[in-house]
């Protein structure tokens, strides 16, 4: 291989990976740089008790969080996405709550997610992320 093609091939690789990491940072949870530091994050909560969600719809910004609570004796198998596809979100595809227990999301990325409880499917909601 010439000199000159060498150099081109450095350049391309040079190319690829810099479209890569550009991709890369652009997609996953944002950095904790890109959370607003002048405002802090806003906290929202779900509890389920009585078969019934305290919110079936959440607006928030990217790095706010979401706290999913069972108070029913009934557990809970909260999942993202349609019941039969489900679709990970901040890395959960689906958690099983016992009562009293409970876990937290962090918005990492922008759009409007379904929930759902897979056991108990009248159980379900949505949260809507803009930055």
Not at 5 to 13: M, N, P, T, V
Not at 38 to 62: F, V, W
Not at 69 to 81: P, S, Y
Not at 85 to 109: C, M, W
């Amino acid at each position: 291989m010439n000199r000159r093609a060498l150099l081109l091939l450095l350049a391309f690789i040079v190319l690829v990976v810099g479209v890569a990491l550009l991709i890369g940072l652009r997609g996953g949870k944002p950095a904790a740089d890109n959370c607003h530091a002048e405002a802090p994050a806003a906290s929202y909560r779900i509890t389920i008790e009585n078969d019934k969600a305290s919110a079936t719809t959440i607006h928030g910004h990217l790095c706010d969080t979401l706290t999913y609570t069972n108070k029913d004796k009934a557990a809970r198998e909260i999942a993202f996405g349609r019941h039969d596809d489900h679709v990970p979100y901040d890395g959960v595809a689906e958690r099983v709550l016992t009562q009293n227990e409970s876990f937290t999301i962090t918005f990492d990325k922008t759009g409007t997610y379904r929930w759902h409880d897979h056991l108990h499917d009248e159980v379900t909601g949505s949260f809507t992320v803009t930055q």
